[in-house]
């Protein structure tokens, strides 16, 4: 199973895909502290048995950098199982490509959709490039 996640700093996008192909957005996880959100993280990708995992990472904008350190901090506290392989992910452009996708089929509450929407195009895009590990 390959997840990716979309690491925000109220929720957390999550997305699955069983076979390399389909990719299923996933309800997202409410950060309410860090080691909460890491813990309900690991716990989610146990469950599902995943073995790869996507994160998007920024690679464009003014705050790059800290929200690169955020993200890295925040995945370094989650507690992998074992043999998971982690890929990082360009995710510019992701949450606003999935608000244009939700227009007209639901209202933009902060519910987590947008956000799990936002992992799926995540790893939609990892499947369909080149994958470097950890980079």
């Not at 957390?12 to 502290?33: H, M, N, Q, T, Y």
């Not at 996708?101 to 519910?111: A, E």
Request: hydrophobic residues 40%.
């Amino acid at each position: 199973m390959i997840a990716a996640v979309d690491v925000g700093l109220r929720r957390i996008g999550v997305a699955l895909s069983p076979d390399g192909r389909v990719v299923f957005p996933k309800e997202a996880i409410l950060r309410r502290g860090r080691k909460q959100a890491a813990r309900e993280l690991g716990e989610f990708l146990r469950e599902w048995g995943v073995r790869t995992l996507v994160v998007g990472l920024p690679r464009e904008g003014s705050s790059e950098e800290e929200m690169q350190r955020r993200i890295r901090h925040f995945i370094s506290l989650v507690e992998l199982p074992p043999e998971t392989v982690l890929y990082f992910q360009d995710e510019a452009g992701s949450s606003q490509e999935a608000k244009e996708r939700m227009v007209g089929i639901t209202r933009q509450r902060r519910d987590g959709k947008i956000d799990s929407l936002a992992a799926q195009i995540i790893l939609e895009r990892w499947l369909e490039g080149c994958h470097t590990p950890k980079n």
